[in-house]
């Protein structure tokens, strides 16, 4: 088993997602189902989470990635859609200690995100370790 299962605890702590398009919205998608407190860091964002932000459901920071934008978040998730950019986010991300998810990277990143059955008040995680996504979301 190379990723451990693990469920974090997010109520009321700090997660950055870094990028503002349809990979970042597919995250910040999960995350609103926690009570988590969402950052979005992006020189542009879509729509959808321009008004999310416009809601106070989540912050926007309308600029570019800096690392210390990590500084103080439970969890990272690097979406930007540029590999490289994604990188240095995982790099500032690890560097801290902070565990950090790149979208389609898992080299880059420490945590992989699931496929996810909600039924509050029970979430079951499918995990296939990144390599069998059509098999995890048949299940």
């Known amino acids: 088993?190379?990723?451990?299962?693990?469920?974090?605890?997010?109520?009321?702590?700090?997660?950055?997602?870094?990028?503002?398009?349809?990979?970042?919205?597919?995250?910040?998608?999960?995350?609103?189902?926690?009570?988590?407190?969402?950052?979005?860091?992006?020189?542009?964002?879509?729509p959808e989470l321009e008004g999310l932000g416009k809601q106070g459901r989540l912050a926007i920071v309308r600029r570019p990635f800096a690392v210390s934008d990590v500084s103080g978040k439970r969890l990272v998730y690097a979406a930007t859609g540029d590999r490289l950019l994604d990188a240095a986010v995982s790099h500032a991300a690890q560097g801290r200690g902070i565990p950090v998810n790149v979208v389609d990277a898992p080299e880059l990143s420490t945590f992989i995100t699931p496929a996810i059955v909600d039924r509050d008040p029970v979430t079951v995680a499918i995990g296939t370790e990144g390599a069998a996504l059509v098999l995890a979301r048949e299940i």
């Open 1 to 46: 088993m190379k990723y451990f299962p693990i469920f974090a605890n997010v109520e009321n702590a700090d997660v950055l997602v870094a990028g503002g398009g349809e990979q970042a919205a597919q995250k910040v998608r999960l995350l609103l189902k926690t009570e988590a407190r969402i950052t979005v860091v992006a020189d542009t964002v879509s």
